[in-house]
């Protein structure tokens, strides 16, 4: 947790407190068997990011799932919750026949792509009243839905988000952002010295949003250029 938080005084003089940063990381799922609950989320192609065991018997494994800045947690004396009764698990795509299919081929038995028909049914069990099927008509966002369980049954929704309400964006570490500025300058440079004219800010947000999901300088730079050359028709 990040405390940004410090003392203060309100218009009154009273002492107060600033908000503090509390980023929502990671969220503990029940299973019964931790092999196969990791062999499951690893052949999704999740990220493994921790697998603990102790002597005591306790054990905690952790993955995140591709692009996500929040991780799901399982093992072996972490909760007591009944193994299977994580329900409706948000799982946000830009692009849900994609994103089904992918997690189709690897392995998950995915619902068909649906929108509710009635208030609440993407909650409904699978098949239930109030789903109707395809996708909420012109692709409305936030109005498309899958869904998948883990072999527990645990249960994770997939819900199509292509343009979020106001305000509803990540939070940003201004000083972060600002070195990432400046490293996405520096190797805009070399792309810019020899590219034909173009508007920088294509490049930029390709290379960062490379940067966001894990990728070296390199590689980030790489996609960058991939991106101009197939979308945007820029050739080095």
């Not at 990040?2 to 600033?18: C, Q």
């Not at 062999?39 to 054990?59: C, I, Q, S, T, V």
């Not at 009635?118 to 869904?147: I, K, L, M, N």
Request: some cysteine; overall charge negative; proline content about 8%.
């Amino acid at each position: 947790m990040s405390m940004t938080g410090d003392l203060g005084r309100d218009p009154s003089g009273a002492p107060s407190v600033k908000n503090a940063d509390l980023k929502f990381e990671v969220v503990v799922i029940p299973v019964s068997d931790v092999g196969r609950a990791k062999e499951f989320y690893r052949r999704l192609g999740w990220r493994l990011d921790a697998d603990l065991p102790n002597d005591n018997g306790f054990r905690v494994v952790q993955f995140t799932p591709p692009g996500s800045e929040c991780s799901v947690q399982f093992g072996a004396n972490i909760t007591p919750a009944t193994p299977g009764s994580a329900r409706g698990l948000y799982l946000i795509v830009s692009d849900i026949e994609a994103a089904r299919g992918e997690l189709t081929a690897r392995g998950a038995e995915v619902s068909e792509v649906f929108h509710a028909g009635t208030p609440g049914a993407q909650f409904q069990p699978d098949g239930a009243s109030g789903r109707v099927s395809g996708p909420a008509p012109g692709h409305a966002s936030y109005r498309t839905f899958a869904t998948f369980s883990d072999p527990d049954g645990n249960s994770w929704l997939l819900q199509e988000v292509t343009e979020r309400l106001p305000g509803r964006v990540w939070p940003t570490d201004v000083a972060a952002l600002a070195g990432l500025l400046q490293e996405t300058a520096e190797h805009h440079g070399s792309f810019e010295a020899v590219a034909p004219p173009h508007d920088w800010w294509d490049w930029y947000a390709a290379y960062m949003d490379a940067r966001q999901r894990g990728s070296t300088p390199e590689a980030a730079s790489a996609a960058a250029g991939r991106y101009m050359a197939e979308v945007k028709h820029v050739v080095v």
